[in-house]
Protein backbone atom coordinates (compact mmCIF):
# COMPACT_ATOMS: atom_id res chain seq x y z
CA UNK A 1 0.00 0.00 0.00
CA UNK A 2 1.24 3.49 -1.19
CA UNK A 3 1.29 6.23 1.54
CA UNK A 4 2.73 9.61 1.14
CA UNK A 5 3.18 11.97 3.78
CA UNK A 6 3.54 15.29 3.09
CA UNK A 7 4.85 18.58 5.28
CA UNK A 8 6.29 21.96 5.60
CA UNK A 9 2.81 23.64 4.49
CA UNK A 10 1.76 27.16 6.59
CA UNK A 11 1.05 30.53 6.94
CA UNK A 12 3.93 32.94 5.53
CA UNK A 13 3.97 36.98 4.01
CA UNK A 14 3.89 38.01 0.74
CA UNK A 15 7.28 37.60 -0.48
CA UNK A 16 8.29 34.42 1.87
CA UNK A 17 9.29 31.53 1.18
CA UNK A 18 8.09 27.59 2.08
CA UNK A 19 9.87 23.95 1.45
CA UNK A 20 7.19 21.27 1.30
CA UNK A 21 8.21 17.48 1.32
CA UNK A 22 6.66 14.50 0.76
CA UNK A 23 8.30 11.01 1.52
CA UNK A 24 6.23 8.11 -0.38
CA UNK A 25 6.65 4.88 0.98
CA UNK A 26 5.03 1.10 0.03
CA UNK A 27 6.45 -0.07 -2.58
CA UNK A 28 9.54 -1.77 -4.09
CA UNK A 29 9.90 -0.23 -7.27
CA UNK A 30 10.97 3.74 -8.30
CA UNK A 31 8.28 5.94 -8.69
CA UNK A 32 8.05 7.32 -11.85
CA UNK A 33 6.88 10.54 -12.22
CA UNK A 34 6.09 12.99 -8.54
CA UNK A 35 5.03 16.14 -8.51
CA UNK A 36 2.88 18.53 -6.50
CA UNK A 37 -0.63 20.01 -7.41
CA UNK A 38 -2.72 22.75 -5.50
CA UNK A 39 -6.14 23.66 -5.58
CA UNK A 40 -7.91 26.94 -4.27
CA UNK A 41 -10.80 28.07 -2.58
CA UNK A 42 -13.15 27.75 -5.18
CA UNK A 43 -10.89 26.66 -8.44
CA UNK A 44 -9.87 23.23 -10.00
CA UNK A 45 -7.42 21.66 -8.35
CA UNK A 46 -3.82 22.19 -10.61
CA UNK A 47 -0.32 20.97 -11.72
CA UNK A 48 2.08 22.92 -10.09
CA UNK A 49 5.65 21.06 -10.82
CA UNK A 50 6.58 17.53 -11.73
CA UNK A 51 9.58 15.74 -11.80
CA UNK A 52 10.36 12.74 -13.68
CA UNK A 53 12.42 9.40 -12.80
CA UNK A 54 14.74 10.84 -15.38
CA UNK A 55 14.89 14.41 -14.17
CA UNK A 56 12.59 16.46 -16.62
CA UNK A 57 10.87 18.92 -14.80
CA UNK A 58 7.66 21.18 -15.86
CA UNK A 59 6.28 23.63 -14.14
CA UNK A 60 3.35 25.59 -13.93
CA UNK A 61 3.69 29.30 -15.66
CA UNK A 62 2.61 30.70 -13.24
CA UNK A 63 5.62 29.40 -11.18
CA UNK A 64 8.60 29.50 -13.16
CA UNK A 65 11.49 31.18 -12.03
CA UNK A 66 9.71 30.99 -7.93
CA UNK A 67 9.30 27.41 -7.62
CA UNK A 68 12.13 24.53 -7.64
CA UNK A 69 10.67 20.74 -7.63
CA UNK A 70 13.37 17.95 -6.67
CA UNK A 71 13.39 14.61 -5.49
CA UNK A 72 15.52 12.16 -3.45
CA UNK A 73 15.10 8.28 -5.07
CA UNK A 74 17.39 7.15 -2.15
CA UNK A 75 14.10 8.80 0.11
CA UNK A 76 11.63 8.56 -1.92
CA UNK A 77 11.09 12.24 -1.51
CA UNK A 78 9.55 14.87 -3.62
CA UNK A 79 10.46 18.73 -2.77
CA UNK A 80 9.16 22.21 -3.32
CA UNK A 81 10.59 24.79 -2.64
CA UNK A 82 8.66 27.82 -3.34
CA UNK A 83 10.10 31.26 -2.78
CA UNK A 84 8.61 34.90 -3.51
CA UNK A 85 4.76 33.60 -2.64
CA UNK A 86 2.06 35.55 -3.67
CA UNK A 87 -1.44 35.68 -2.08
CA UNK A 88 -2.56 33.73 -5.41
CA UNK A 89 -0.19 30.94 -4.47
CA UNK A 90 -2.75 30.16 -1.57
CA UNK A 91 -4.44 26.69 -1.16
CA UNK A 92 -4.30 23.37 -0.13
CA UNK A 93 -1.05 21.43 -2.00
CA UNK A 94 -1.15 17.99 -2.66
CA UNK A 95 2.00 15.48 -3.35
CA UNK A 96 0.91 13.32 -6.63
CA UNK A 97 3.01 10.18 -7.34
CA UNK A 98 2.74 7.42 -10.31
CA UNK A 99 3.87 4.28 -10.18
CA UNK A 100 4.30 1.08 -12.36
CA UNK A 101 3.61 0.63 -16.49
CA UNK A 102 -0.01 1.88 -16.16
CA UNK A 103 1.41 4.93 -13.95
CA UNK A 104 -1.15 4.25 -11.06
CA UNK A 105 -1.63 7.55 -9.68
CA UNK A 106 -1.15 7.90 -5.63
CA UNK A 107 -2.22 11.62 -3.76
CA UNK A 108 -0.69 13.14 -0.49
CA UNK A 109 -3.61 14.13 1.79
CA UNK A 110 -2.68 17.87 1.53
CA UNK A 111 -0.81 20.23 2.98
CA UNK A 112 -2.33 24.15 3.43
CA UNK A 113 -0.61 27.29 2.31
CA UNK A 114 -1.84 30.79 3.07
CA UNK A 115 0.11 33.54 1.47
CA UNK A 116 -1.13 36.72 3.23
CA UNK A 117 -0.48 40.38 2.10
Known amino acids: QVQLVESGGGLVQVGGSLRLSCAAS????????MGWYRQAPGKQRESVAA???????NYADSVKGRFTISRDNTKNTVYLQMNSLKPEDTGVYYC???????????WGQGTQVTVSS
Open 96 to 106: NVKLGILEREY
Open 26 to 33: GSTFRFNA
Open 51 to 57: ITNGGSI
